[in-house]
């Protein structure tokens, strides 16, 4: 069992960057691949990231490929999503998840991660 903690978020102008953390607790980190989630007011949570367990493959959702980043440093159990040129429809709480699985495993399905984070609160003025 892995406990997460995500830490980072703020209010922050258009095209500011941010970089939120997902720090693990419990279990061996090296063992899970990480996404990370999104969910605006009214809308449904939305996947941006997701890193195998090694941190050698990741995967971004379109809308903010080019501009976030998606890295880990297993030696310090953490998760980094770097968010760049922030957007104001990038307003949300932004969530990690967790799920122990093989290594090159990665999903961009909430249905695939079964540890979740409490979350943290992103807000970008325009």
């Known amino acids: 069992q892995v406990r997460l903690a995500e830490s980072g978020g703020g209010l922050v102008q258009a095209g500011e960057t941010l970089t939120l953390s997902c720090a693990a607790s419990?279990?061996?980190?090296?063992?899970?691949?990480v996404g990370w989630f999104r969910q605006a007011p009214g809308e449904e949570r939305e996947w941006i990231a997701a890193?195998?367990?090694?941190?050698?493959?990741?995967k971004l959702a379109k809308s903010v490929t080019g501009r976030f980043t998606i890295s880990r440093d297993n030696s310090k159990n953490t998760v980094f999503l770097q968010m760049n040129s922030l957007k104001p429809e990038d307003t949300a709480v932004y969530y990690c998840a967790a799920v122990k699985r093989e290594s090159g495993w990665l999903t961009s399905s909430a249905l695939g991660y079964n540890y979740w984070g409490q979350g943290t609160q992103v807000t970008v003025s325009s």
């Open positions: 890193i195998t367990r090694g941190g050698a493959a990741t």
């Open positions: 419990g279990d061996t980190f090296s063992s899970y691949a």
